[in-house]
């Protein structure tokens, strides 16, 4: 077979993530790989300053159709992207052809002087871009000063290493991937801050009709799919009925009866003020299903009204990610 050209976007975590499913490409199925920068409309923003709020399809994805649209024109052969950062509607063509085994899903701190979230006075200064941490950090009640914040990990390190934040919340695995866990201060309890849907997992797509769809296979762990249909049921249902942040996270453990997938998730109001909290278990081939079960309940139980709060210190941020998610604000 000829040489499998992957289309990565230019960060060193995307790099990174992409030169992974190339190394198991190589050693698993001997292929050949070549890896192809692709420039995305928000590296675009990124290197002119726009920000992404102000982008025409700001929401969701805008990190993600360029690698498609180059998978889709044939310039590429394969597409790695974080799957925390795609948008929960299946894109036409294009098949999610492996989920390779899922890094630790959690939120870590990256705080000064080795400091926990606990441990920062009243007051301090903590970044993050992303709705669903804003609202988390808020309901932790540590009177932190939750402030906005865009740029690549190394640019979100450095802001605390400069003085400019006392501290970021990032997620663990892109840290564990660029060789930097050593910043880490703090490793959040899921049952304080649970992650994003799909955060710590990679999705590795090609076209639907190529006969690498086939081959790429062998890249796929049972369980972290299983894990990611769940929790990404539980989001694609959320945003049908309601525009709150979201976390959730998926597990298989065993049960009484074998095997089983443990989906725990929460929907909060912007200020955290509010939330709704649900976990379930259930069969992990029916993962899609037991996530939609969980988020339809989610919503029966209030979870619908929650974006019909007045905005809370989230409305004053950098608006860089999707309302509901991590997504879109830059890795
Ligand atoms: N939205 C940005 C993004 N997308 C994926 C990761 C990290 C890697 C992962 O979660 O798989 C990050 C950075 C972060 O949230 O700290």
Redesign the pocket.
């Known amino acids: 077979m000829s040489t499998v050209r992957i289309g990565t976007r230019a960060s060193v ?1 995307a790099k990174t993530q992409s030169e992974l499913v190339a190394a198991m490409l190589r050693e698993r199925l001997g292929l050949e790989t070549e890896l192809v920068e692709v420039l995305t409309h928000g590296d675009r923003t990124q290197a002119t300053g726009t920000p992404i709020s102000a982008l025409p399809d700001s929401g969701t994805g805008v990190f993600v159709s360029a690698l498609r649209d180059a998978l889709l024109r044939g310039e590429v052969d394969v597409a790695v992207h ?4 795609l948008p929960t509607a299946a894109p036409e063509g294009i098949a999610l052809a492996a989920v390779p085994t899922r ?1 630790d899903p959690r939120d870590v701190v990256v705080a000064r002087d080795g400091l926990t979230l606990g441990e920062l006075p009243v007051g301090a200064r903590v970044g993050t871009g ?1 709705p669903r941490r804003v609202a988390q950090l808020h309901a932790l009640g540590l009177g932190l000063d939750v402030v906005g914040v865009r740029g690549n ?1 190394d640019t979100r390190i450095a802001k605390v290493r400069s003085g400019e934040y006392d501290a970021v919340l ?2 663990r ?2 840290l564990a ?1 660029i060789g930097r866990l050593e910043e880490v201060t703090e490793v959040l309890d899921p049952l304080q801050v649970l992650p994003a849907p799909g ?4 999705a590795v797509e090609c076209r639907a009709d190529d006969a690498l769809a086939d081959a790429l296979t062998a890249l796929d762990d049972r369980a972290s799919r299983a894990a990611v249909e769940a929790e990404r049921a539980v989001l694609a249902t959320l945003e049908g009925g309601c525009s709150a942040p979201i976390g959730a996270l998926a597990e298989l453990v065993e049960g009484e009866d074998g095997e089983e997938l443990w989906v725990r998730a929460v929907a909060l109001s912007r200020d955290g003020g509010l939330s709704v909290r649900m976990s379930a278990t259930g069969a992990p081939d029916d993962a899609a299903g037991l996530g939609a079960r969980l988020a339809k309940e989610m919503l029966a139980d209030g979870a619908a009204e929650l974006d019909a709060g007045p905005a809370g210190p989230a409305a004053h941020q950098d608006a860089a990610t999707d309302p509901a998610t ?6």
């Open positions: 975590l974080s799957l925390k950062d890094e992303s990990v990032l997620a695995a892109g991937r955060q710590g997992a990679l991590d997504r879109v604000h830059d890795a």
